[in-house]
């Protein structure tokens, strides 16, 4: 104390601030340099110009941190497929060079790397668009991002975003900025067919559903319980466990004993603890008796609990057993670029984020590259796109939705022989558009613990149609 | 089953020199009276209601409550380290939830590259690992319990040697330090085992499930191996405590540390000991909570929070009021987790709160804890 | 006492701190937008959330980790009262909403602060982080208050206009509150209120002795504590026009203790300058992190941030200001006295570890 008294603390403070506001400075002035005032570049002289800067946004940090290199990956394939270099097979996020579409020279101006919350998405997203000065947004990756992306994408009408993987309903549905474009199906579209497999197939009129508290479940779930109780079944309990509560235990007391059947919408990583512990109270999963969301046929999830959900019925956008020409090209294109991602070709991950930059390279071909006149043309363009993707035909609505397939799926013992168990396809849905036949608008409340609140309606109609489909035999 | 759980685990708290009066009673003379007046009525009407409930689907209470116990179990023993270090040298090691998870993470790796019978697999850098059929032996997951608690004890020797040695007293700079390296440890073990979560696989020997009298099935390893391994723990911390030199000292270490360096006592080996000890219990519950539960980024902080309620609650330093608020705060967790509904109200989407409440009603009545003494 | 003395400044002293005045007045025309808003907004309420900290820590002599919980419950308050998508949405007018979130931080500020206020030390760090992360599940959980995906797009006062458009008077707006927190800091502690705090961190039982209600003195400064975060809480929705229980994790909760240690703990103005380092390194780093396995890359920010912070507290408990000192102080002995250097630094005694320690252990 002694030793302090005699000097003056104003002057050291005064001095220290100094020195970062000039290392600031410094910082800011070179980000001017190379920016090089490309708004101006992006909006008047994008015509003639030669460079158009895109930035990827996904998720390093937080649950879904495990899928960023799978993501970028994705997204870079429709560009090396154009004629671009991976500079590091083994690293996505090392970028790639030469990318080129409709003759301008491709930019990937850099990779945000947010933690699965919205206010660190949008961050990054500032700092991808406003520092980097990227005119387009490939991501982002999880639901809340998605909702502050599309709502960032409001107040700048003159750059475009096309969503990555996130998969929230309100993002679309009401959010409804126009220069935002989805072109994967959301969370509830991704359980589609799953309650008529449920009421028709197993025989359940009575269900119980389970899943993580926040609006991913929420929405996937949702998908379930709108087609089930259309249909005529009841949902009688919704058990959701709090975030980051990994001992299910106590919840799965919870769950009633009288039920049909139990929809399990616990997310990836909580899903091997879920199982295990139920299988400790209740004995051997019977999968007549137990469905799951997406989560079910992706392969890292597959890899880590497969073998204890054999014969479990799960649903999504994507047929990792699929034999059509469209699939296998687009798991030989994933190969060739990064032969270690290949084995996750029918994630979600990677098939969303491929076909965000395809859909964006198609319309940026259809438009000639003209990004010129805040990006309005290309914008029209993305509206327009029909995507030809390897899991069947993609489109958009007037929310600039996708409607696309979604299959039913079996998780089955392994056939690659990469010791994974695979997923064997059981039907197709046909164009699965996102307001399920008017079940959900900008009108119902969002899907939450109690919504959508179960009513017999007239079910979707995809209901009764689904397609068989047996791959490979 | 519940009884001599508590039973045992209650032996520590018999202090010899029990402190006369606690410090809290001197400032705040009277609020010890109402506090155990209000408490008991809670209590009372707490235990009314849960009588209600298991009267109702006594199947289902029997169940909720060994999940509180086995999980009570789990956190005995992650915390009961972390109270040692603190009870002997006023360290707080914010680090001791990443070392929960390291050691878990150390422990699944170790079983997955050197006794998986048949390797190869999906080969993804991406992610360590291998496919989820394996079978392993009883080997297979005792070589790295030991390995991998052994290595965590000794890694918490290196923390303490490296970074808290030379600054023993101070001790808020040496809780920032560890909160550093906690965010150091957690970033890096996110690097290389990825957001999916792992677990640990049980030897194939053993069954999934016992089955208790009136048909009730539980997990063999929750109930046998976990509650088992914490009462060991207890047991032979107990035993340490009172028995031998090494607990001599850390006992007085506990009531007047001055006084032991005082009196010559080679401190610092002493330190490193029970640094190891501590570090290495938390290395061993994550072996056992990645087998019990899952292994993913996040468990660290949960089990340092869990921690910290555990020993706020049962008084830090004390391994009896370890024990007391392990068991405290898993069975409020499960019984708040399934029986936090009133009529057409449900609440248990709200019970994470209870836990809190409770750390708080606690913390009302007694700044220190149940059994906790001033520094 | 530092923290009180008020030297009589230099000339050199006076022309920096005017130069720095300057640049933070002329800011919106000297940077970019981005860097007025990311950056600089950024760090002025980043400052305030760790000033609140600062401020309990060095006048009061306890380190909370509740300053962020605390600061959630006025955005969220906030949030809910005003016009916004999800949560109440009870629309009341801006201002009015601010005053409701601020009074209703500070009054659980003081609530908690009565029961915290009875520990010391390392138990009071303890109870207040479960403090912290009792705010954070309780808005994580009760859904009607914080919406499911939180609260978005929150009404603005007409002052702070759009910050998307024109971050300048977000920034301004910023910029007062800081001067105001610091000033206002400043004045109580020279009020009794303020000395008999000081006396009390560095001498409870003798305050105590003296008649003075120490756990009533600390409870008001907590609840002094929850005011100033509850502005940092209230820029912090306005400066991202939203909120969520993610917004006030406890990740964020070790991001402001970081930028309190990185700043200093015992000196008010080094908020500001751990904010700022924080925020440059947060943005900057990404380009400049070189790439060692995987261990050290652009996404490896929080090793990066870590290993700072751990090098900051081993090295100088003083913070930035602290080493900046130590160094200032070696260079004017090594110039005025002729005096010898004290040789490298032992570790165990940089002269500036004791604020780390305010008050001696309670007999």
Redesign the interface.
């Known amino acids: 104390m002694k030793f302090r008294s005699h000097r003056r603390p104003w002057l050291a403070v005064v001095l220290a601030a100094l020195l970062a506001f000039t290392l600031a400075a410094a910082g800011c002035g070179d980000d001017d340099d190379d920016g090089g005032g490309g708004d101006q570049t992006s909006a008047g002289g994008g015509g003639g110009g030669g460079t158009i800067k895109v930035g990827i946004l996904s998720d390093c940090e937080g649950a879904f941190g495990a899928f960023y290199e799978p993501d970028i990956a994705g997204a870079q394939v429709p560009l090396i497929n154009r004629g671009a270099k991976a500079k590091n097979p083994k690293k996505p996020s090392d970028g790639v060079e030469g990318a080129k579409i409709a003759g301008k020279n491709i930019d990937i101006v850099g990779y945000g790397c947010a933690d699965d919350t919205a206010d660190k998405a949008i961050e990054e997203t500032r700092r991808l668009m406003e520092q980097e000065d990227a005119d387009i947004l490939v991501g982002p990756l999880s639901g809340d991002e998605g909702i502050a992306v599309a709502n960032y994408a409001k107040e700048h009408p003159d750059k475009t975003f096309v969503n990555g993987t996130s998969g929230a309903q309100d993002t679309t549905l009401k959010v409804k900025a126009p220069n935002f474009f989805r072109y994967n199906t959301d969370g509830a579209q991704w359980s589609a067919g799953l309650g008529d497999y449920a009421y028709n197939e197993l025989g359940w009129r009575t269900a119980a559903i389970v899943g993580d508290d926040y609006s991913f479940p929420y929405t996937s779930l949702a998908g379930f319980v709108a087609e089930f109780c259309a249909i005529g079944g009841d949902v009688t309990k919704r058990v959701w466990p709090p975030l980051n509560e990994k001992d299910y235990s106590s919840f799965i007391s919870q769950i009633p004993e009288d039920v049909d059947g139990l929809y399990v919408g616990v997310g990836g990583s909580g899903l091997i603890s879920f199982i295990k512990q139920y299988e400790q109270q209740r004995g051997k999963i019977d999968t007549k008796k137990m469905m799951g969301n997406v989560f079910w046929n992706d392969p890292l999830v597959l890899k880590e609990v497969g073998n204890r959900l054999m014969g479990g019925v799960t649903s999504g956008p994507t047929a990792g057993d699929s034999t059509e020409p469209s699939a296998k090209q687009y798991v030989g294109e994933i190969k060739k670029s990064y032969p270690e991602i290949a084995p996750l070709a029918s994630s979600v991950f990677v098939y969303n984020y491929y076909n965000a930059m395809e859909g964006l390279a198609q319309a940026l071909e259809s438009v000639d590259g003209n990004i010129s006149g805040g990006q309005k043309e290309l914008q029209n363009a993305l509206k327009d796109v029909q995507l030809d993707a390897a899991y069947g035909q993609i489109e958009l609505d007037d929310n600039r939705q996708a409607i696309a397939d979604n299959y039913v799926q079996k998780v089955v013992p392994d056939k690659t022989g990469d010791k994974v168990p695979d997923v064997q396809t059981i039907s197709k849905i046909p164009s699965v558009d996102q307001t399920f036949g008017g079940f959900f608008s900008a009108d119902t409340p969002a899907p939450d613990r109690e919504n959508p609140t179960c009513e017999k309606k007239t079910p979707p109609s995809w209901v009764g149609k689904a397609e068989p489909v047996s791959f490979g035999s | 089953m519940s009884f001599q759980y508590v039973s045992s685990m209650r032996l520590p708290l018999r202090r010899p020199r029990a402190a006369t009066a606690s410090p809290t009673a001197e400032a705040l003379p009277g609020t010890h009276h109402w506090g155990k007046v209000l408490g008991g009525a809670a209590a009372a009407a707490v235990l009314g209601w849960l009588a209600v409930k298991a009267a109702g689907n006594g199947k289902q209470f029997v169940t909720v409550t060994l999940n509180g116990l086995t999980l009570a179990a789990l956190y005995f023993v992650v915390a009961s380290g972390f109270t040692l270090i603190f009870g002997l040298m006023r360290v707080v090691n914010m680090a001791h939830g990443s070392l929960y998870l390291l050691g878990g993470y150390l422990a699944f790796e170790m079983q997955e590259s050197w006794f998986q019978k048949d390797s190869g697999g999906l080969n993804l850098s991406l992610s360590a690992g291998g496919s989820s059929g394996t079978e392993y032996d009883l080997l297979g997951w005792l070589v790295p319990l030991v390995l991998a608690s052994l290595f965590i004890g000794l890694l918490g020797v290196a923390i303490q040697q490296l970074f808290l040695r030379w600054n023993q007293g101070q001790d808020l700079r040496q809780a920032l330090i560890t909160i550093a390296i906690g965010v150091i440890l957690a970033d890096q073990m996110l690097a290389h085992f990825g957001g999916i979560a792992k677990d640990i696989k049980t030897p194939a020997s053993w069954p999934e499930t016992v089955t208790l009298p009136g048909d009730i099935t539980y997990g063999f390893f929750r109930l046998v191996i976990v509650t088992g391994s914490a009462l060991l723990i207890g047991l032979l911390l107990w035993l340490m405590i009172k028995r031998t030199r090494f607990g001599l000292i850390v006992r007085a270490g506990v009531d007047d540390r001055q006084m032991v360096s005082a009196i010559g006592i080679n401190i610092p080996l002493v330190f490193a000991g029970a640094f190891f000890i501590g570090a290495m219990l938390a290395g061993f519950g994550g072996v056992l909570g990645g087998t019990m539960i899952a292994l993913e980024p996040g468990e660290d902080t949960s089990f340092l929070l869990a921690s910290l309620i555990v020993v706020i609650i049962g008084g830090m330093g004390s391994l009896g009021g370890a024990a007391i608020g392990a068991l405290a705060l898993g069975l409020v967790d499960a019984y708040a987790d399934v029986y936090l509904i009133f009529g057409d109200t449900d609440l248990t989407n709200y019970s994470i709160l209870v836990t809190f409440a409770l750390l708080v009603a606690v913390l009302a009545v007694r700044p220190l804890g149940l059994f906790g003494r001033p520094a | 006492?530092?923290?009180v003395?008020r030297?009589?400044?230099?000339l050199?002293?006076l022309i920096?701190?005017a130069?720095?005045a300057l640049?933070l007045v002329l800011a919106p025309l000297?940077?970019?937008?981005?860097?007025v808003?990311?950056?600089l907004t950024k760090a002025l309420w980043l400052g305030i959330a760790a000033a609140s900290l600062i401020f309990l820590s060095s006048y009061g002599g306890m380190?909370s980790l509740a300053q962020v919980g605390l600061y959630g419950i006025a955005g969220f308050t906030m949030g809910n009262l005003v016009a916004a998508d999800g949560g109440v949405a009870a629309a009341w007018t801006p201002w009015a909403a601010v005053a409701g979130g601020v009074v209703v931080a500070t009054l659980v500020g003081l609530l908690f602060g009565a029961?915290?206020s009875?520990?010391e030390?390392?138990?009071f760090?303890?109870?207040t982080?479960?403090f912290g992360?009792?705010v954070y599940?309780?808005w994580?959980?009760?859904?009607q208050l914080s919406g499911?995906?939180?609260v978005?797009?929150v009404d603005l006062p007409a002052l702070v206009g759009?910050p998307?458009?024109d971050p300048a008077p977000l920034f301004y707006v910023s910029l007062a509150a800081g001067v105001l927190v610091l000033v206002g800091v400043r004045y109580l502690a020279r009020t009794p209120f303020g000395l008999a705090l000081q006396g009390i961190r560095d001498e409870p039982a003798r305050m105590r002795a003296l008649g003075y209600n120490v756990?009533l003195h600390r409870a008001l400064a907590f609840g002094v504590g929850a005011l100033i975060a509850a502005v940092a809480g209230i820029l912090s929705v306005w400066y991202?026009?939203?909120i969520?229980p993610?917004?006030i994790?406890?990740?964020q909760t070790?991001d402001v203790?970081?930028i309190a240690?990185i700043g200093g703990l015992y000196?008010l103005?080094?908020a500001?300058?751990g904010a700022?380092?924080f925020a440059?390194i947060d943005?900057?780093s990404?380009e400049w992190t070189p790439e060692i396995g995987?261990?050290l890359g652009?996404?490896?920010?929080?090793?990066l941030?870590?290993?700072i912070?751990?090098v900051i507290?081993?090295i100088s408990?003083g913070g930035?200001?602290g080493i900046?000192?130590q160094g200032?102080q070696r260079f004017r002995g090594a110039l005025g006295g002729g005096r010898t250097r004290a040789g490298p630094a032992a570790?165990?005694a940089p002269?500036?570890?004791?604020p780390?320690?305010p008050g001696p252990?309670?007999q």
């Open positions: 006492m530092t923290a003395a030297g009589r400044l230099g050199p002293s920096a701190l130069v720095v640049v000297i940077f970019s937008d981005y860097f808003s990311v950056i380190v029961i915290a009875r520990s030390g390392i138990y760090l303890m109870i982080l479960a992360v009792m599940y309780f994580g959980q009760v859904t499911f995906g939180g978005n797009n759009d998307g458009k756990t991202n026009r939203r969520s993610g917004s994790s406890l990740q070790i203790l970081v240690v000196r103005e080094g500001w300058i700022l380092t440059l943005n900057y990404r995987n261990v652009p996404e490896r920010f929080n090793t941030i870590g290993v912070f751990l507290v081993l408990p930035l200001v900046w000192e200032r570790p165990e002269p500036v570890q004791e780390l320690e252990v309670q």
